[in-house]
């Protein structure tokens, strides 16, 4: 077998050792460019709506509940129903059965328009107090957005109860 020349075997173990002072240094309690550039992310859920009406600029709009009675949950909800307010979706994840028809309604402040990510499937412009439907005959999992930056999933499926 044949010898790597000199200058590959001295540059070898010297990369090497560049390499793992970089690893410990991203690694360190210590202050690193790494810990000055990076981002902190939360999730704060969405205010549950509970009132049965929402004043939107002067006007009055009926806010969807989950089961006709109890306020949508503004984590995890069966409903079918999805309600857009200006600080987000509720709830942040709907279970839906196959074919069961999901219903969004837009009580922001503005018209949205609500975006199916890996899916060619895309709302009209939604008015203030209008509503968007959807159903799938498919087993199926998305993220959607709103145009307004909010976005939420929706997981279709055979679920048992």
């Not at 560049?18 to 202050?31: D, E, N, R, T, V």
């Not at 968007?132 to 939420?152: A, D, E, Q, R, V």
């Amino acid at each position: 077998m044949r010898r790597a020349p000199a200058r590959i075997r001295t540059l070898v173990p010297a990369v090497a050792a560049a390499a793992l002072m970089c690893l410990a240094g991203c690694s360190s309690a210590g202050p690193s460019t790494a810990a000055r550039h990076s981002v902190t992310t939360t999730s704060v859920l969405t205010p549950a709506v509970v009132s049965r009406n929402l004043v939107i600029d002067g006007r009055s709009y009926p806010v969807p509940s989950e089961d006709g009675v109890h306020a949508i949950d503004p984590s995890v909800a069966t409903g079918g129903q999805i309600v857009l307010t200006n600080k987000g979706f509720l709830p942040y994840r709907l279970f839906a059965q196959l074919n069961q028809k999901i219903t969004w309604t837009n009580l922001s402040s503005h018209p949205v328009r609500i975006t199916f990510l890996h899916l060619p499937q895309k709302s009209g412009l939604i008015p203030v107090g209008g509503t968007y439907t959807f159903s799938s005959p498919h087993l199926i999992n998305f993220i959607y957005t709103s145009s307004s930056g909010f976005h939420g999933v929706v997981a279709i499926g055979a679920f048992t109860g």
